[in-house]
């Protein structure tokens, strides 16, 4: 089934972006309307690109062609298979949904000449991790975008967001050498770090343990799993709304994109079960979901709090993988598409309320839903799926990983499931509950007197919202075909 | 309708079959869109909100009639296989008939009562959209057929029923609420892990009996499934000690939303219990009969929680001032009945077990019934006084006559007087009692049984306490009077009423028609069915207990009204709440909150404080730095002015190479001047020596030559020499002879000579003689005197006489070498004949 296709969409999907990212540079100190409907003609144009690669995809054929060696085995690499596929898909949605927001989002902030080009640039960076064909690529777009976003996070100039940054540069860069070791390695022991080569290390020694844990702590870094998850909870915050939407909804997804490929191509399930690594990656699961849904209950800023949300959700992918079965890994992309959409949903909701009323405390954001219902819908719609209730996609996603999680024997990994949910539950409904019910007993000057945002926000919000409910509800739900492919495939290298 | 004349037998024993039909689908969608006309609705004309709602009502309840028929002949399915990537799926048998039946009914006339009601509620629109979704949820839990659906439903209720709760949207209501809401989620999460659990074990979430599937599996305890489930619709069904929520949530909510609540929402629980008994508790045959064992067990355990919950339940009634949270309470403790009929229906597996379930059934049933009637009555009572403190409310029986009739009449329904429904389904329970007590003996079960007996005699105990503060005794000098009670608050009231005296005075019917059709979803034994289907229960037996119940409530009620003992509260530590959920709740919840929020913080502060300890070793990197720097600079200084020495050395050792070149090459020019003139020595040498050769040759042959010559000349020489030696011999002899002569000649001579040296000899020693005695007498010679002296001294020694060589003159000398000459010749000659 695999064969090698001279498919140039993935370099055009790739190099678009990076490409035009200089002309909106260009063109944003002459017009801002052209720069605006540029950046989002780029975003479609991009998405158009990846899905026009859906056919190939889908008929289980997998795009993988070399560019350009640099040394014998080690060259500039494409390969996109369906895991690549699902995660330039979403990725490339969401961005084009962010980039409409993000015109009138930025209208009112200073440095949308730097905004743009750079959000456009970091989606090239962005797709080019998802189908670069070895490590040595992938290496390269990682650190593109890991840097490149560091603009995106300390766009707001302030102290805070400068201390922030600076915290998720150094972290950045410390994953990024970690990483940089970890492939080292991996060509030292395999001879090739290709993606295509199926199982690269095969035995379980020392220094492949050195590769995995240096590719943990690599990959781990950037999808905010404990202990390396400090940045996370400063850095998302302090970006302006859209860009958390996508650092916290797309960017770390880079990571667990990353992890999965460990898992599966430089190792693979039975050398990991061999070596008793899962219960590592288990172990930092559990404490990673408890500790990202525990900690959001005691913030009581916004989007401070839906920061650590994604932590514990993370979680759920690192549990994901760590049940080393396939109903699980299921879930766990399944979960990469769900927490994308319904992350970015509650990032740019909360962005459109930060942005209509300068409120960021969540005690003061009563009765915010009655002048926003569509905004709010969608926050409600989302963080329900959150909290896994049907027939959200978060339900699916959680009940697939549960099952998943049976199937390994581990029935505690559902309670911890499920005691994340209820302490989602715990920090999500009262914002809702504020949001639509409260508020009646505030005399007139507390109240909110905003309407709501303009129609360019509410859309994209909207969509994701509904989104939410359709991905979890409607038939042939696509998301979840793919994911069910994706890990059929993905197991079915290994085991053959 | 369902009275439609059909045996019994005829249902229960065929096999029924399968229907498909999108009809359930309707009765659940319905009402949800419904709810969204009715929000559009009411944002133009508000009034129309609560029209729309009741017609949605009964169309509703309605539609759930139209099944009826279907349902009488089979299963009635509809599958959706690829919605939510797992199936939807609808299935409708008669006990979810049953159940959805109870509810579409008690909601219809709760939303006919709120048509008129919501005027004096302030959130009238907010009430109606989403009391019709709660209506389309708790139908869709009565009428799927797999648990993932159900759950759907299950957790749909949970919001939409919160909506309800809040309605007031005041503090006590949000603080009501959000514990609702808390323990609805909770429950949802458990119940989740048991669906989750159940799947992993079977593999099918299907609402079939799993018993032998589950006892196959290894390492599955149903025990847990069991218990997950039960915690989950527990919560809902409000059993103790999960029913937290609902005093809470009564006390602050419209008298509507409890309606529904206590009359519907509460049945969703049953339901699920039900259920939850039919999967796990209930094989699919009656021969596995070795698996009872774990039904008995469970069976036992639930009877006892029912039992507990009735009897707790009523205690807490009794004690309650707000009429709600009274009616709330006797929810609870009515629950306790279903409970404990359940219980003792899956404890009497095998025995009359239908007796237990059908009790149950009826009774929540009956409960709808009545339980719906008392909080429409006391929502009249609030609509007409806006009160509901039972010590602030009395002596209404005169102005409302026709609402103490209505109360009256519900109060014997629930005290289980003989001619009511609530007697029916009290004494199915309590035969299922006795009949366990009978079956198995003991002293638990008699206990068991008088349990029940009193938890009965206290629900009329506290009844006649609301009856007592409401209708009798002197109204408040207050006038609180304020509202004319619209008539259509009363429709509701007699339809139930109706079903109320219908069930009690034709029971058998009924639980013939109804309840034992239903009993076809489990495999009970048909003896039992058929017990039940001809049970008298109108024997004396029956009536005796409902006396016995009658007198031991008058024996409680009396006294303890006497004495004032209602008025008592139990203190607030003293609740389940504050005992146990409260502080568990607490203590996990900060727990997990302080732990994460350490852990974060000590993962950050472990990143700085490694900043921190990075930077410190940077700067001792630094400082030594410094210090290599200056060793560098040092050294770099040292080894700069060793350059320069090195290159002045090197300039000089250039010089003197470049020096040594020169002479070199001048050595080498010379060398090659030499060489030349070497080689042109050698060149005229070698000529030379040729040339010398070649003289040497030449030379060689003269010399050659020479010597033949010279060897002739000396052969010539030698005859010569030969004939000068025969000459010389002879000359020798000769010269031998004049020799001679010349010797005697000589020896004269000498002769001669001696004798003239003693002459001179004597002269002399006269001479001397004279000289000494001339010294003497002179004295002082002069110079001339000495001279003569000395000339006279020499004298005597040079006698030129003598033989001297002074004395020999020229040509003696001349003769002496000729004569060595001759010699001389003659010896060469001797020689140089000899030598040839």
């Known amino acids: 089934m695999e064969t090698v296709i001279y498919n140039f969409l993935p370099i055009w999907a790739v190099m678009f972006p990076v490409f035009m990212s200089v002309i909106i540079f260009i063109t944003g100190n002459r017009s801002e309307k052209l720069r605006n409907g540029l950046s989002v003609a780029t975003a479609v144009v991009t998405f158009l690109s990846v899905a026009a690669m859906y056919p190939v995809i889908i008929s289980g054929e997998i795009i993988v062609f070399t560019l350009f060696d640099i040394l014998p085995g080690l060259g500039i690499?494409?390969?996109?298979?369906?895991?690549?596929?699902?995660?330039?898909?979403?990725?490339?949605?969401?961005?084009?949904?962010?980039?409409?927001?993000?015109?009138?989002?930025?209208?009112?902030?200073?440095?949308?000449?730097?905004?743009?080009?750079?959000?456009?640039?970091?989606?090239?960076?962005?797709?080019?991790?998802?189908?670069?064909?070895?490590?040595?690529?992938?290496?390269?777009?990682?650190?593109?975008?890991?840097?490149?976003?560091?603009?995106?996070?300390?766009?707001?100039?302030?102290?805070?967001?400068?201390?922030?940054?600076?915290?998720?540069?150094?972290?950045?860069?410390?994953?990024?050498?970690?990483?940089?070791?970890?492939?080292?390695?991996?060509?030292?022991?395999?001879?090739?770090?290709?993606?295509?080569?199926?199982?690269?290390?095969?035995v379980p020694s020392t220094l492949a343990f050195l590769a995995f844990l240096t590719f943990l702590?690599?990959?781990?870094?950037?999808?905010?799993?404990?202990?390396?998850?400090?940045?996370?909870?400063?850095?998302?915050?302090?970006?302006?709304?859209?860009?958390?939407?996508?650092?916290?909804?797309?960017?770390?997804?880079?990571?667990?994109?990353?992890?999965?490929?460990?898992?599966?191509?430089?190792?693979?399930?039975?050398?990991?079960?061999?070596?008793?690594?899962?219960?590592?990656?288990?172990?930092?699961?559990?404490?990673?979901?408890?500790?990202?849904?525990?900690?959001?209950?005691?913030?009581?800023?916004?989007?401070?709090?839906?920061?650590?949300?994604?932590?514990?959700?993370?979680?759920?992918?690192?549990?994901?993988?760590?049940?080393?079965?396939?109903?699980?890994?299921?879930?766990?992309v399944f979960h990469i598409f769900s927490h994308a959409i319904m992350k970015?949903?509650?990032?740019?909701?909360?962005?459109?309320?930060?942005?209509?009323?300068?409120?960021?405390?969540?005690?003061?954001?009563?009765?915010?839903?009655?002048?926003?219902?569509?905004t709010m819908g969608a926050f409600t719609l989302a963080a329900l799926a959150m909290i896994g209730i049907p027939p959200l996609n978060g339900f699916l996603s959680k009940w697939t990983l549960s099952l998943g999680a049976l199937d390994a024997g581990a029935p505690y990994y559902v309670v911890v499931l499920l005691v994340s949910s209820l302490l989602n539950g715990l920090y999500y409904l009262p914002i809702i509950i504020a949001a639509f019910f409260g508020g009646e007993e505030h005399d007139e000057e507390a109240k909110i007197k905003v309407n709501e945002a303009s129609y360019r926000m509410i859309i994209p919000v909207a969509i994701l919202g509904i989104g939410c409910l359709a991905f979890g509800l409607m038939p042939n739900n696509i998301a979840f075909e793919l994911s069910l492919k994706a890990a059929s495939f993905l197991f079915g290298r290994v085991i053959p | 309708m369902f009275f439609a004349a059909h045996e019994v037998s005829e249902v229960s024993k065929e096999l029924p079959s399968l229907i498909i039909s999108w009809r359930p689908v309707a009765v659940v969608l319905f009402p949800m869109v419904a709810s969204l006309l009715v929000l559009l609705a009411a944002s133009k004309i508000k009034r129309f909100a609560g029209f729309m709602a009741a017609l949605v009502g009964i169309v509703t309840f309605l539609l759930v009639l139209s099944l009826y028929p279907l349902v009488r002949h089979g299963i009635i399915e509809f599958h959706y296989s690829n919605l939510m990537s797992m199936g939807l799926l609808f299935r409708v048998d008669l006990l979810s008939f049953i159940f959805a039946f109870l509810v579409s009914l008690c909601w219809m006339l709760v939303l006919i009562y709120a048509s008129a009601y919501m005027s004096i509620e302030e959130q009238p629109v907010l009430y109606f959209c989403f009391s019709l979704l709660t209506l389309?949820?708790?139908?869709?839990?009565?009428?799927?057929?797999?648990?993932?659906?159900?759950?759907?439903?299950?957790?749909?209720?949970?919001?939409?029923?919160?909506?309800?709760?809040?309605?007031?949207?005041?503090?006590?209501?949000?603080?009501?609420?959000?514990?609702?809401?808390?323990?609805?989620v909770a429950g949802g999460l458990v119940l989740l892990f048991g669906i989750f659990y159940l799947y992993s074990a079977v593999g099918t979430v299907e609402l079939a009996p799993l018993m032998e599937k589950l006892a196959a599996t290894p390492g599955i305890s149903p025990a847990v499934i069991f218990t997950c489930f039960f915690i989950g619709f527990g919560i809902k069904a409000g059993v103790i000690p999960l029913h937290l929520w609902m005093p809470k949530a009564y006390a602050a909510s419209p008298a509507v939303v409890n309606a529904l609540s206590s009359g519907a929402m509460i049945k969703a629980g049953i339901y699920g219990v039900l259920r939850i008994l039919m999967l796990v508790l209930t094989p699919s045959s009656l021969e596995m009969k070795e698996l009872f064992s774990f039904s008995i067990s469970t069976g036992y355990l639930v009877m006892w929680l029912g039992l507990l919950t009735m009897v707790a339940g009523a205690v807490m009634a009794l004690m309650q001032g707000n009429i709600f949270k009274l009616l709330a309470y006797s929810s609870i403790s009515q629950m306790g009945y279903v409970i404990t009929g359940l219980g003792a229906g899956a404890y009497l597996f095998g025995a009359e077990e239908a007796m237990g379930f059908s009790g149950a059934v009826l009774h929540s049933f009956n409960h709808t019934l009545f339980k719906t009637a008392f909080f429409l009555i006391a929502g009249i009572i609030f609509y007409r006084t806006g009160e509901v403190e039972l010590k602030k409310l009395g002596g209404l029986w005169k102005k409302m006559p026709l609402v103490t009739v209505f109360f009256i009449l519900s109060v014997l329904a629930?005290?289980?007087?003989?001619?009511?429904?609530?007697?029916?389904?009290?004494?199915?329970?309590?035969?299922?009692?006795?009949?366990?007590?009978?079956?198995?003996?003991?002293?638990?079960?008699?206990?068991?049984?008088?349990?029940?007996?009193?938890?009965?005699?206290?629900?009329?105990?506290?009844?006649?306490?609301?009856?007592?503060?409401?209708?009798?005794?002197?109204?408040?000098?207050?006038?609180?009077?304020?509202?004319?009670?619209?008539?259509?608050?009363?429709?509701?009231?007699?339809?139930?009423?109706?079903?109320?005296?219908?069930?009690?005075?034709?029971?058998?019917?009924?639980?013939?028609?109804?309840?034992?059709?239903?009993?076809?979803?489990?495999?009970?034994?048909?003896h039992s069915i058929e017990h039940i289907a001809g049970f008298h229960f109108f024997d004396p037996h029956p009536v005796e207990a409902a006396l016995q119940v009658l007198i031991l409530a008058l024996a409680i009620y009396l006294p303890l009204n006497k004495w004032k003992l209602f008025e008592r509260s139990a203190p607030r530590w003293m609740s389940v709440e504050n005992l146990v959920f409260a502080p568990v709740a607490r203590v996990t919840f900060k727990f997990l909150c302080r732990f994460g929020v350490s852990m974060d913080g000590s993962v950050n502060n472990f990143y700085f404080s490694l900043g921190d300890n990075f930077l410190r070793f940077c700067r001792y990197v630094g400082s030594f730095d410094r210090g290599l720097d200056k060793f560098y600079m040092t050294s770099s200084h040292t080894a700069l002015q060793f350059l320069e020495k090195s290159r002045q050395f090197d300039d000089a050792l250039n010089e003197a190479y470049e020096r040594t070149g020169f002479t070199a090459r001048d050595l080498a020019d010379r060398t090659t001047r030499f060489d030349g003139a070497l080689n042109r020595a050698y060149e005229i040498t070698s000529e030379a020596a040729r040339r010398m050769a070649d003289r040497t040759m030449q030379l060689d042959e003269a010399l050659d030559r020479t010597y033949e010559r010279t060897g002739e000349a000396a052969m010539r020489m030698a005859d010569r020499a030969m004939q000068l030696d025969q000459v010389l011999d002879k000359t020798y002899e000769r010269t031998g002879e004049a020799a001679k002569r010349i010797a005697d000649r000589t020896g004269q001579l000498d002769s001669a000579l001696d004798r003239g040296y003693e002459k001179a000899?004597?002269?002399?020693?006269?001479?001397?003689?004279?000289?000494?005695?001339?010294?003497?007498?002179?004295?002082?010679?002069?110079?001339?005197?000495?001279?003569?002296?000395?000339?006279?001294?020499?004298?005597?020694?040079?006698?030129?006489?003598?033989?001297?060589?002074?004395?020999?003159?020229?040509?003696?000398?001349?003769?002496?070498?000729?004569?060595?000459?001759?010699?001389?010749?003659?010896?060469?000659?001797?020689?140089?004949l000899t030598g040839l």
């Open chain 2, 136 to 184: 389309g949820s708790c139908l869709g839990v009565v009428l799927t057929g797999d648990l993932v659906s159900l759950f759907l439903f299950f957790e749909l209720l949970t919001f939409s029923s919160y909506v309800l709760v809040i309605n007031r949207l005041n503090r006590e209501a949000l603080a009501a609420g959000l514990f609702t809401l808390y323990m609805g």
């Open chain 2, 414 to 526: 629930i005290a289980g007087i003989p001619g009511f429904n609530g007697y029916i389904s009290k004494t199915l329970i309590h035969d299922a009692l006795l009949e366990a007590q009978h079956h198995f003996g003991g002293l638990d079960l008699y206990i068991a049984e008088k349990f029940f007996l009193i938890g009965s005699a206290l629900t009329f105990c506290y009844y006649l306490k609301f009856f007592q503060g409401v209708f009798l005794g002197p109204g408040p000098e207050k006038e609180y009077f304020k509202r004319k009670v619209p008539w259509l608050l009363y429709i509701p009231l007699f339809v139930l009423l109706l079903f109320v005296l219908a069930i009690g005075l034709y029971p058998n019917f009924f639980v013939e028609k109804f309840v034992l059709a239903s009993t076809n979803v489990f495999t009970f034994d048909h």
């Open chain 1, 217 to 332: 702590i690599g990959f781990g870094m950037k999808a905010g799993m404990f202990p390396l998850h400090v940045w996370l909870p400063d850095a998302h915050p302090v970006a302006p709304s859209p860009a958390s939407a996508l650092l916290s909804g797309i960017m770390l997804k880079t990571g667990a994109y990353g992890l999965l490929r460990v898992i599966f191509h430089v190792f693979n399930v039975s050398v990991i079960k061999e070596a008793r690594w899962d219960l590592i990656l288990g172990v930092i699961a559990v404490i990673t979901i408890l500790l990202g849904s525990a900690v959001a209950i005691t913030q009581f800023d916004l989007k401070r709090r839906l920061a650590y949300s994604s932590i514990g959700q993370m979680g759920y992918i690192i549990l994901g993988m760590a049940l080393l079965n396939e109903k699980a890994l299921v879930g766990d």
């Open chain 1, 344 to 374: 970015s949903t509650l990032f740019l909701a909360a962005g459109a309320i930060i942005w209509k009323t300068g409120l960021r405390n969540i005690n003061d954001l009563h009765g915010i839903g009655k002048k926003m219902p569509v």
């Open chain 2, 761 to 832: 000899g004597a002269s002399t020693k006269h001479l001397l003689q004279k000289g000494a005695a001339l010294d003497e007498g002179a004295g002082k010679p002069d110079r001339e005197e000495y001279a003569v002296s000395g000339s006279k001294a020499k004298r005597p020694s040079y006698n030129p006489l003598e033989w001297n060589i002074r004395n020999i003159n020229f040509d003696s000398l001349l003769l002496a070498l000729m004569l060595g000459l001759v010699i001389f010749i003659l010896f060469y000659f001797t020689r140089g």
């Open chain 1, 77 to 202: 690499t494409v390969r996109v298979d369906i895991l690549s596929f699902c995660l330039a898909a979403i990725s490339s949605f969401v961005w084009m949904l962010v980039s409409v927001y993000s015109i009138d989002y930025m209208s009112h902030e200073h440095g949308g000449n730097r905004y743009f080009p750079i959000f456009i640039f970091t989606l090239g960076s962005t797709l080019g991790i998802f189908m670069a064909g070895d490590f040595f690529t992938l290496f390269i777009f990682f650190e593109l975008m890991s840097l490149i976003s560091y603009v995106l996070v300390i766009h707001e100039e302030t102290r805070e967001a400068l201390r922030a940054g600076y915290k998720y540069l150094i972290m950045t860069i410390i994953g990024g050498l970690a990483l940089f070791f970890a492939i080292i390695l991996t060509f030292e022991l395999a001879g090739t770090v290709s993606l295509n080569e199926g199982t690269l290390i095969t």
